[in-house]
């Protein structure tokens, strides 16, 4: 059997700026499909966002006459070193230019008939860094007979910096996402995809870059489906005053404050490569103050009418199957590892309450944060080694993972299901083999573990930066077939335990129940995966019921 693979020439005439033509070839497919598609790459989806068109809605990309190639990846979008220098796999490239706002499309086969489901990926890094293509989708592409869509978006400043009006109305990030998606409308029948298939999943601010799309009416019949991985809309809020932070860059930057439309004139004209710097400086600052994003969505009155749970409690949003969870130890060490000194030897009472209280104000910067972090004390508490300072700091990552993954994440399942929308919810408890050398035991799967698992990576080859081959387990290939299967069977049925139309050799899954507000139940992942009800309820209640009520009635004491 052959598998078609492009050597992607795209032609856009100026008569028709959406026609598409490929060129294939066959190559031999051996039986674990290590032989995949070539991606077609760098193939603009909106003009470049430079000039006057810095901090404005994407524009169509210009027609051209001829054969343009598309086998080499573009630029990415403009941000900081740190995302270069953190991820650990090898990149295809560290170069950055503001014109980026292009796409990759892998895909199995090629005829217009085939109608395969398609699956957009949304990148994380917080809506300050990633890039499009720095998680290889060929195995998942040519397993599950998918297509899968990857692109890069404007990030930090450039993608979501807002004045409040409408000299820099904000969210452009997220329009360049829907500028994707109507490039997926209009083009992915050419390369064997299904317009009316479309799934959307990221992880990260990826996967609170799809629940906001749940929310926005911009979006609306762009996508049928949703896949949120360790994301929801609370992750990255909304910023209720986003003009301090414009203001805060303008001035870093010499720019004249007074007069907004002056202010966003004189930024359109800096160079582009100050912007990183400056909010490098920025994020230092807001950091010492209890902030952990510099530039945040804004309801800026046409992507988001009005805060995304608002829309949800309206019964205004997109009507949407939606896939979303978190991995069990968002954060056990990742990050918190840079957080808390002396993370080896574990956590002192005193620097427990510190980094509680740190929680309690990233959401509720105005309450009495005592009565907060008394109950996140009493929650949080390993009542067998009350005092233990390992104890106490595994406590602490499982407050963090859930005030920034798990609680939103449930939160959107709640609101979703509310109203009889399809909703499945998961928690991955499964982390790479090849990672669990570097941690403390007791660290489960950390934030971005799935990455290695859902997309593929153990049936090529990938590479760590110094050279050496990532190594991955039978474990981690079990793990693997088996998410590629969910994943896809919800892209291709809605349901993620239907193999109806996929591959004759994709695995049969376990059952995976639908999540209602009458049976909350989840699909616990893992190397045999199995389903639960009730996912740490007491935890979630905490953040989701009491919490606000408390933060809510000493506010209320405050005035």
């Not at 966002?49 to 343009?68: C, H, K, S, T, Y």
């Not at 292009?102 to 300050?128: C, D, N, Q, Y």
């Not at 110094?466 to 299967?485: E, H, I, N, R, Y």
Request: some cysteine; glycine content about 8%; proline content about 8%.
């Amino acid at each position: 059997m052959a598998i078609l693979s492009t050597v992607v020439l795209l032609t856009l005439q100026v008569w028709c700026a959406q026609a598409v033509w490929c060129e294939e070839r066959c190559s031999t497919q051996t039986t674990c499909r290590t032989n995949l598609s070539t991606p077609s790459r760098a193939s603009p989806y909106a003009a470049p966002p430079v000039g006057d068109l810095r901090f404005r809605a994407p524009q169509p990309a210009a027609p051209w006459e001829g054969i343009r190639d598309a086998t080499e990846l573009g630029p990415h979008c403009p941000q900081g070193p740190g995302f270069f220098a953190f991820w650990p796999t090898k990149l295809p490239h560290n170069n950055t230019d503001e014109d980026c706002l292009a796409l990759s499309v892998e895909t199995p086969r090629l005829e217009k008939e085939a109608k395969l489901p398609v699956l957009l990926w949304i990148h994380g890094g917080g809506l300050s860094a990633g890039i499009g293509y720095f998680v290889p989708f060929t195995s998942l592409s040519a397993h599950q007979d998918v297509v899968v869509v990857t692109f890069n978006y404007r990030i930090g400043a450039l993608g979501f910096l807002s004045t409040g009006d409408e000299n820099a109305p904000g969210n452009v990030g997220f329009l360049d996402q829907v500028q994707a998606m109507v490039w997926v409308q209009e083009n992915i029948q050419n390369f064997g995809g299904d317009p009316d298939r479309v799934t959307i999943f990221g992880e990260s601010a990826g996967g609170t870059s799809v629940c906001y799309h749940v929310a926005s009416p911009l979006s609306k019949g762009l996508f049928l489906r949703g896949i949120s991985q360790s994301g929801g809309c609370q992750s990255i809020d909304v910023d209720p005053k986003p003009l301090e932070r414009a203001v805060m860059l303008a001035e870093d930057l010499g720019c004249d404050v007074k007069d907004t439309a002056d202010m966003v004139d004189c930024l359109r004209r800096k160079p582009v490569e100050d912007f990183a710097p400056a909010a490098q400086r920025m994020t230092m600052t807001l950091a010492a103050k209890g902030h952990m994003f510099v530039f945040q969505p804004v309801v800026d009155g046409a992507f988001l009418p009005a805060h995304p749970h608002d829309i949800f409690d309206d019964d205004q949003a997109n009507a949407v199957d939606y896939l979303l969870g978190a991995n069990n130890h968002e954060h056990g060490y990742m990050f918190t590892q840079y957080m808390v000194p002396g993370f080896e030897q574990g956590m002192s009472e005193d620097t427990f309450i510190i980094m509680m209280k740190m929680l309690a104000g990233r959401l509720y910067p105005a309450a009495n944060q005592d009565s907060i972090v008394a109950a996140l004390r009493q929650v949080y508490r390993d009542d067998d080694n009350p005092d233990d300072p390992m104890a106490l700091l595994k406590q602490f990552t499982f407050a963090y993972g859930d005030q920034w993954y798990m609680a939103p994440t449930v939160i959107a399942a709640n609101k979703l299901a509310g109203f009889g929308q399809r909703v499945y919810l998961y928690e991955n408890q499964y982390g790479p083999s090849h990672l669990s050398t570097n941690r403390p035991d007791w660290v489960g799967s950390d934030h971005a573990d799935d990455l290695y698992i859902m997309t593929g990576m153990a049936f090529i080859d990938v590479f760590f930066r110094d050279g050496g081959l990532v190594p991955f387990s039978t474990d981690d290939k079990k793990v693997t077939l088996d998410m590629m299967a969910f994943w896809c069977n919800f892209a291709r049925t809605g349901n993620p335990s239907d193999r109806t139309g996929g591959p004759a050799d994709s695995p049969t899954v376990p059952e995976w129940p639908q999540y209602t507000p009458d049976n909350p139940a989840y699909m616990k992942l893992d190397v045999t995966s199995s389903s639960d009800v009730g996912l740490t309820p007491k935890r979630m209640e905490l953040w989701n019921d009491v919490i606000p009520k408390l933060a809510a009635s000493s506010e209320k004491e405050e005035l």
